[in-house]
T-cell receptor
Framework: GAVVSQHPSRVICKSGTSVKIECRSL??????MFWYRQFPKQSLMLMAT?????????EQGVEKDKFLINHASLTLSTLTVTSAHPEDSSFYIC?????????????FGPGTRLTVL | QQPVQSPQAVILREGEDAVINCSSS?????VHWYRQKHGEAPVFLMI?????EQKGHEKISASFNEKKQQSSLYLTASQLSYSGTYFC????????????FGAGTRLTVKP
């Protein structure tokens, strides 16, 4: 199956610092990647759609200036949480879109657990 | 708009069967099923396209009723490894850029 990696898997940072999370598609090219946030025992909430070579599309209520997304190549998208605060602590998961059976589906990375102190 | 999953949670004994349902208020192009283990990312199980097809993956199969905008995931003769949270993702566009996930169904299989 398709492999998507995320780095780092865990990060603990102080309030006010910025954190960058990388999402890579290892064995396929992905023009579209997605960033999700998941709270404990809850569903995946889409934050933004990352498009290679163009600006990301953010979901309503997601601050563009706080969650910076860059999709510089067909295999890499990055999410930077700027000036992180404790309420930003969460499990962040990326996915990459890949053709399957005549359409596209999403393959997920292993996730990044962010803890802001 | 998020699809609605039911039930919220299921507890089974090994070897028992379960059905997880996913319904949407929008016309659907595709339904995607995933399983997530605690602390891990969701793993893709299968995708169903409009046309009422049924698919299988080991002892896990699914159906998609396009007219009713519903999909069901069938787990037969459940194994301990089937434990986890099952999510359906639904999309109305061929691109699936509009895919949204249900709240999840927590499945626990006990010996």
């Amino acid at each position: 199956g398709a492999v998507v990696s995320q780095h780092p898997s865990r990060v603990i940072c102080k309030s006010g610092t910025s954190v960058k999370i990388e999402c890579r598609s290892l064995d396929f090219q992905a023009t579209t990647m997605f960033w999700y946030r998941q709270f404990p025992k809850q569903s995946l909430m889409l934050m933004a759609t990352s498009n290679e070579g163009s600006k990301a599309t953010y979901e309503q209520g997601v601050e563009k200036d706080k969650f910076l997304i860059n999709h510089a190549s067909l295999t890499l998208s990055t999410l930077t949480v700027t000036s992180a605060h404790p309420e930003d602590s969460s499990f962040y998961i990326c996915s990459a879109k890949r053709p399957v059976g005549g359409t596209d589906t999403q393959y997920f990375g292993p996730g990044t657990r962010l803890t802001v102190l | 708009q998020q699809p609605v999953q039911s039930p919220q949670a299921v507890i089974l004994r090994e070897g028992e069967d379960a059905v997880i349902n996913c319904s949407s208020s929008k016309a659907l192009y595709s339904v995607h099923w995933y399983r997530q283990k605690h602390g891990e990312a969701p793993v893709f199980l299968m995708i169903l396209l409009k046309g009422g097809e049924q698919k299988g993956h080991e002892k896990i199969s699914a159906s998609f009723n396009e007219k009713k905008q519903q999909s069901s995931l069938y787990l037969t003769a459940s194994q301990l490894s089937y434990s986890g949270t099952y999510f359906c993702g639904t999309g109305s566009l061929p691109s699936n850029n509009d895919m949204r996930f249900g709240a999840g169904t927590r499945l626990t299989v006990k010996p």
